[in-house]
């Protein structure tokens, strides 16, 4: 039963670093020490792609680079991986928005999903001239993704709105195929929203049973408009081969976080409008305390980054033990990340995936005769995949150890 699907996250928003690069949902973003260039982003997509990850999150907003365009100029270091482009409904037009990712789309060879963000701080939707109220832009994204999955069939759009107005819309290239939407807030205007428009409901990582008591309410909304969703955990990672390394560099991480850097993110964060943010903080405490909310979910992340604030913490095998606990609950994709990007994709990758494969709950999307060669620098995880398949286009299948 592989039934799991794992993507990454391309951290644009101020880089990345062996320390961990906060800030973000309405307060100014920290720098790492490898800045966000298409030279390092390559990297770490490339080095996802070969890992077996499904596609790369690029986040939005002010505080970080452009997703449409990053992932842009991104998509031709790649072959397979896609991108969860995120984009905030309201900054740009319907048509304008279903144009852009039809031509995404075919262009690329249908390797974009849309990660659909409502915007949850007032402050930062006015920096780009956005004055609604949170449940008017919850209205504003209902209504905004109507039309465009509407424009995305072939539809000829004439539509009178609160908040949008077509006249005779018609596509002339229409995406294949469709991109998948995802969509997260934990709001009760956001439930409704992701039930009738979403195909994918993302949540941070919370402890399972919160987990399940959400999607439990999206279900039931979902439900009642006659559709299925699925589900998805947004959440970092920190695995090694034993629990004791994994937590030590849980420590080193917390070590790097100073309190005035504590206080003033957290002041800031306090501000924010959204639900799911006022949850996060709510598991850490905005103290260095009592970090370990539930057996192997650690909340520091979150004492100076907003959004996703908990991270798996953990051997491969107690982060696997982790994952199958959410799959237990009814997620079925997890977009995860960790400090840096490059090096803990290749943590997870050879040492959870494989864990995962031999538990029947993953496998590798591509074959494995077509699969690219990838370095393997990191621990004694390598070793346990040291023989691995090339594209050997003399003889048989080529051994590396």
């Known amino acids: 039963m592989t039934d799991l699907k794992f993507h990454w996250f391309l951290p644009t928003n101020g880089g990345d670093g062996r320390h961990i690069v906060g800030g973000g949902h309405g307060t100014p973003a920290m720098t790492g020490g490898r800045p966000a260039s298409v030279g390092y982003l390559g990297q770490i997509a490339r080095s996802a792609e ?62 974009l999903l849309l990660n659909v963000v409502t915007g949850g701080e007032t402050h930062e939707q006015r920096m780009f001239g956005d004055y609604l109220d949170k449940d008017a832009r919850y209205e504003r994204c209902g209504e905004f993704l109507h039309l465009v999955k509407s424009l995305w069939t072939g539809a000829t759009v004439t539509h009178e709105g609160r908040h949008y107005q077509l006249d005779d819309a018609t596509l002339a290239q229409l995406p294949e195929p469709l991109p998948d939407v995802y969509f997260g807030g934990s709001s009760p205007a956001a439930l409704d929203v992701a039930a009738e428009h979403a195909d994918v409901y993302l949540t941070w990582g919370e402890p399972p049973a919160a987990v399940a008591e959400k999607i439990d309410r999206v279900r039931v909304r979902a439900e009642k408009q006659d559709r299925e969703l699925r589900y998805g955990l947004r959440v970092h990672t920190i695995t090694r081969d034993t ?158 150890s």
Request: proline share 5%; with cysteine.
């Open 50 to 111: 070969q890992l077996g990850f499904e596609a790369a999150l690029t986040p939005t907003g002010a505080w970080c680079e452009d997703a449409w365009i990053t992932t842009a100029m991104l998509s031709s270091a790649c072959e397979r991986l896609k991108f969860l482009v995120a984009f905030r409904p309201g900054l740009i037009a319907p048509f304008l928005a279903a144009q852009m990712a039809a031509t995404f789309q075919n262009l690329s060879g249908g390797r």
């Open 243 to 400: 629990a004791d390394e994994a937590w030590a560099e849980a420590a080193r991480l917390l070590d790097g976080i100073s309190a005035d850097q504590i206080r003033q993110v957290q002041a800031g964060l306090r501000r924010s409008e959204s639900e799911g943010q006022r949850r996060m903080l709510a598991l850490n405490g905005g103290t260095k305390d009592g970090l370990e909310i539930y057996p192997g979910l650690w909340a520091g992340v979150g004492l100076v980054r907003g959004g996703a604030g908990t991270a798996l913490v953990g051997s491969h095998t107690r982060v696997a033990d982790l994952l199958e606990e959410y799959a237990a609950v009814g997620v079925t994709e997890f977009v995860l990340s960790g400090y840096p990007h490059l090096e803990e994709a290749y943590r997870f990758g050879e040492g959870v995936l494989p864990e995962l494969t031999r538990r029947g709950r993953w496998q590798h999307p591509s074959p494995p005769r077509q699969r690219p060669v990838s370095a393997v620098p990191f621990g004694s995880a390598a070793k346990q995949a040291a023989t691995v398949a090339v594209n050997e286009p003399f003889g048989d299948t080529a051994k590396v």
